[in-house]
Nanobody, 124 residues
Framework: QVQLVESGGGLVQAGGSLRLSCAAS????????MGWFRQAPGKERDLVAA????????RYADSVKGRFTISRDNAKKTVYLQMDSLKPEDTAVYYC?????????????????WGQGTQVTVSS
């Protein structure tokens, strides 16, 4: 089992920044690909960013490329999502997720462990 707890969400004005954190406990953190997903009301849960076990390989949704940065600290068992130049359309519940394996994966169904989510609201 892997337990995931997100933090860092909140209300921010357009153009501002937020940093989300996801603390993991349980099995060996470095055995897992980590991802950030988001879900807005009435919409599907979509991948925002993912990172492989080493932190060397990342993948981003086109809508956040150049604005968001995913990183991880295996010693602290934590994954981060730095969000800059935020837009109102970034408003959603953001979820941290873990997928067993060393590569980067993008599908919701490939992630076996999920956090409870943290709300991010960007005002215009």
């Amino acid at each position: 089992q892997v337990q995931l707890v997100e933090s860092g969400g909140g209300l921010v004005q357009a153009g501002g920044s937020l940093r989300l954190s996801c603390a993991a406990s349980g099995r060996t953190f470095s055995n897992y690909c980590m991802g950030w997903f988001r879900q807005a009301p009435g919409k599907e849960r979509d991948l925002v960013a993912a990172i492989d076990w080493s932190g060397a390989i990342t993948r981003y949704a086109d809508s956040v490329k150049g604005r968001f940065t995913i990183s991880r600290d295996n010693a602290k068992k934590t994954v981060y999502l730095q969000m800059d130049s935020l837009k109102p359309e970034d408003t959603a519940v953001y979820y941290c997720a873990a997928a067993y394996g060393l590569g980067v994966v993008a599908g919701v169904g490939q992630y076996g462990y999920w956090g409870q989510g943290t709300q991010v609201t960007v005002s215009s």
